[in-house]
């Protein structure tokens, strides 16, 4: 009886786990840069690693995203790393035994464009700090090679010169 309410447990753990995984995905598909969701896609190799359609679609979905597209080329990239991950959550959505179409899925997803508005917002001004900081740098290298130069020019004088 013991070992058979250990099982149990650990099986309804199991799938409380799973579950998490798809809630996260679920709730943060849309994000560009969401922690939760890369945490998520993460832990799949951890939750789903017996489960050969998951792995299939997680393996299918990771070489799509870390695909670089020529330039004019994000845009049918983007749609691309969309349909893989549509099915990636299916797949997930199947092991758990919940119905769901891959079509409904893609299309049923929202995300108010303020929020994304606000999202690309931090990003941008992320990427201004780092471009302020490289800019600043170039700023203190032309700084040191003015202070070189008046140092040069005030030691070639010498001291009775005036």
Not at 59 to 75: H, L, M, N, T
Not at 124 to 141: E, P
Request: net charge positive; aromatic share 6%.
């Amino acid at each position: 009886a013991v070992l058979t309410t250990l099982v149990v447990q650990d099986r309804q753990q199991a799938r409380e786990r799973r579950t998490q995984i798809l809630r996260a995905l679920l709730a943060t598909r849309r994000l560009p840069a969401d922690p939760g969701y890369h945490a998520a896609i993460n832990l799949v190799p951890v939750e789903f690693n017996r489960a050969k359609k998951v792995m299939a679609a997680w393996s299918e979905y990771i070489k799509q995203v870390r695909f670089k597209p020529s330039a004019g080329d994000e845009v049918a990239h983007d749609q691309q790393v969309g349909i893989k991950q549509t099915k990636l959550i299916t797949a997930i959505m199947s092991k758990l035994r919940m119905e769901y179409s891959e079509a409904d899925l893609q299309a049923d997803a929202y995300i108010s464009t303020g929020f994304v508005d606000r999202d690309n917002l931090y990003l941008d001004s992320l990427r201004a700090t780092r471009d302020g900081a490289v800019a600043m740098g170039d700023v203190a290298k032309a700084l040191n090679l003015q202070l070189r130069l008046l140092y040069d020019q005030t030691a070639a004088r010498s001291p009775g010169d005036s």
